[in-house]
């Protein structure tokens, strides 16, 4: 099979569909089978049948519902049948993509041709999923959503240690200090980082459940209890500790109850000025569980395909991939302009975040 045609067998149709077999992955409609990548509320479809890593379908199931699974390990091939004469069989892998707990990329062969498919993704370290992998493929799609070269974020010790220091002059002041943190993944980042260091933490009953989830698994958390449900009754359970609660729950009274704070956003859009005053907050930080820029590139480079599509990020990503001695491009979606994440974006889908 020759590179120059492979793109017809890739399109993006609110997900992205491999044509000539079954599979869609991430599907954002229902369909009959998809690739779930991780158990974020934006990729949480309802669909006749989900291939995901099992810790993606216990996440998913508590999130969103009962659901029919097939569970595939982490480098465990297995092979899917052609369904017609006219259609290919897949073999397929799943590995990990460093992005929350669960969180897998995908490996498709067909025909001896390598598909990769990233999912959100990050190289850098983390302490609560698995380290990223890459695999060398022909054909890499990848997300993107940190794709401008200003989006690199600080050295992970350098992020830590601002949040610490955020912790303990917010503490030694007698106030509050309090996370927004989205109530999967980044919410158990920082609840470990702060745990590992001695700090006791309380969280939101969405992340209490959540961690709780986490723990099946065998990622162990320190310090940290459930923030009472009635917190105006209960201010001085916050004694000396972090409290940990998703975006969404910022103006509410359970945070307005509370008379002395300090409020802080997880977030690598912590890189773009003015997103304090976005979120109303009193600082930022980019604590980030996806890749920045230079992760992005430095993935291309590892991967080494013959043709890049982006997708979920900035349109001019491809240029600088470009520049880079890729063919690359956007993965344009037929149905509905949708691949521009900006800051609107985001704040609804920190506000979804509520179901
Ligand atoms: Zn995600």
Partial sequence: MKVQYLKFMIEYQNGIHIKGTNFWLDAKRKVDFSFISHAHVDHAVRHKEILATKETARLYEHRFGRAKFNILEYNQ?????????????????????????????????????????????????????????????????????????????????????????????????????????YSLGKAQEIMQILGNKGYKTCVHGTIF??????????????????????????????EGRVLIVPPWVRGSAMIKNIPKKRMAILTGWALDPGIKNFFGTDDAFPLSDHADFSELTEYARLAEPKKIYTVHGFSEFPDFLKKEGFDAEQLKNKTKATNTFSKELLLNYDLFQKS
Avoid: W
């Avoid at 025909?111 to 370290?125: A, P, Q």
């Avoid at 983390?126 to 380290?131: F, I, N, P, R």
């Avoid at 698994?217 to 916050?238: C, E, I, Q, R, T």
């Fill in 209 to 238: 459940n959540l961690t709780k989830i986490y723990e099946e698994f065998g990622v162990k958390f320190k310090n940290y209890k459930l923030y009472a449900k009635h917190p105006s009754d209960k201010v001085g359970d916050l």
């Fill in 77 to 181: 091939p297995k092979k899917f049948h052609r369904k017609s004469k006219s259609s290919y069989g897949v073999k397929v892998e799943l590995f990990p993509s460093g992005h929350i707990l669960g969180g897998a990329q995908i490996l498709l062969e067909i025909e001896g041709m390598r598909i990769v498919y990233t999912g959100d993704f990050r190289l850098r370290k983390c302490l609560t999923a698995k380290g990223a992998e890459v695999k060398k493929c022909d054909i890499l799609i990848m997300e993107s959503t940190f794709g401008l070269p200003r989006y690199i974020f600080p050295h992970r010790k350098e992020i830590i240690k601002r949040i610490t220091e955020f912790v303990d002059q917010t503490l030694s002041s007698g106030e509050v200090p309090i996370f927004l943190a």
